[in-house]
């Protein structure tokens, strides 16, 4: 996939990631990288045999570990023109990312949000996640006319939209504040079906727990909140 890049935030996923590398690399993907989110267990390692590219953030954040995959990116003084973002759990996503990224490539929009479709009989999005996608889509779709109906990690973003859009949440709000500053700066944002599981694998950071739910839950409606209130120019500095 020339010109596509897929970065990879990942934090104590050794269980995930040698299966999703090895997909990545059966998809055609020609860059991967992979950002180390302070791991305590054999995430870089596992990465580096692969014959992937590394950068370690070691502050935990999904916020940042974007972040420091980006600069990496830019400082390479090649970046891609279109780049994927994939939760290290994420094994249907490989074989996804050529419909994720062809809107983009026909030049139909410049970011693309999988929205997440749970397979019969199999474990998918969770009720509580459901419930907050749906109130925080139907302000986006009230607000600035989204039709996108989810909040999913697994999305495609031109990179010269992505650089436009001077991104800084350091954490879960992360999801929300692309997507309100990509309308608001009136790049063409649309959604496609992806197929998902829940992990098989590890534990999420989020949903494995009531209280990692929670306080996502709480970071997005508050990053939500902030960024239709304070509008181009505000800054987060939140932890």
Same mark, same amino acid.
Request: net charge neutral; charged share 25%.
């Given at each position: 996939?020339?010109?596509?890049?897929?970065?990879?935030?990942?934090?104590?996923?050794?269980?995930?990631?040698?299966?999703?590398?090895?997909?990545?690399?059966?998809?055609?993907?020609?860059?991967?990288?992979?950002?180390?989110?302070?791991?305590?267990?054999?995430?870089?390692?596992?990465?580096?045999?692969?014959?992937?590219?590394?950068?370690?953030?070691?502050?935990?954040?999904?916020?940042?570990?974007?972040?420091?995959?980006?600069?990496?990116?830019?400082?390479?003084?090649?970046?891609?023109?279109?780049?994927?973002?994939?939760?290290?759990?994420?094994?249907?996503?490989?074989?996804?990312?050529?419909?994720?990224?062809?809107?983009?490539?026909?030049?139909?929009?410049?970011?693309?949000?999988?929205?997440?479709?749970?397979?019969?009989?199999?474990? =998918? $999005?969770?009720?509580?996640?459901?419930?907050?996608? %749906?109130?925080?889509?139907? &302000?986006?779709?009230? !607000?600035? *006319? /989204?039709?996108?109906?989810?909040?999913?990690?697994?999305?495609?973003?031109?990179?010269?939209?992505?650089?436009?859009?001077?991104?800084?949440?350091?954490?879960?709000?992360?999801?929300?504040?692309?997507?309100?500053?990509?309308?608001?700066?009136?790049?063409?944002?649309? =959604? $496609?079906?992806?197929?998902?599981?829940?992990?098989? %694998?590890?534990?999420?950071? &989020?949903?494995?727990? !009531?209280? *990692? /739910?929670?306080?996502?839950?709480?970071?997005?409606?508050?990053?939500?909140?902030?960024?239709?209130?304070?509008?181009?120019?505000?800054?987060?500095?939140?932890?």
């Amino acid at each position: 996939m020339k010109g596509v890049a897929v970065l990879v935030p990942a934090r104590n996923e050794a269980d995930c990631l040698p299966d999703l590398l090895d997909r990545l690399s059966a998809a055609g993907v020609d860059l991967v990288i992979v950002v180390d989110n302070g791991s305590t267990d054999d995430t870089a390692r596992i990465a580096v045999e692969r014959g992937v590219a590394v950068t370690r953030e070691p502050t935990p954040g999904y916020g940042r570990a974007c972040l420091a995959g980006i600069r990496e990116l830019v400082a390479a003084g090649e970046p891609p023109e279109v780049l994927v973002f994939v939760d290290a759990d994420d094994f249907l996503a490989p074989s996804q990312i050529g419909s994720l990224v062809a809107p983009i490539l026909r030049d139909e929009a410049d970011l693309v949000v999988g929205e997440r479709r749970s397979n019969p009989g199999g474990p =998918g $999005v969770r009720l509580h996640a459901r419930m907050g996608n %749906a109130f925080v889509t139907s &302000v986006l779709r009230r !607000v600035y *006319g /989204s039709g996108v109906r989810d909040l999913g990690p697994f999305r495609a973003i031109r990179f010269s939209c992505l650089r436009r859009l001077e991104l800084d949440d350091p954490d879960y709000g992360w999801y929300v504040q692309m997507q309100v500053r990509a309308l608001r700066s009136g790049c063409r944002v649309v =959604g $496609v079906p992806v197929d998902f599981h829940a992990r098989t %694998a590890g534990t999420s950071k &989020v949903s494995g727990s !009531v209280q *990692g /739910s929670v306080r996502a839950g709480i970071k997005i409606l508050w990053t939500l909140a902030g960024e239709i209130v304070g509008g181009p120019g505000r800054r987060h500095h939140s932890e």
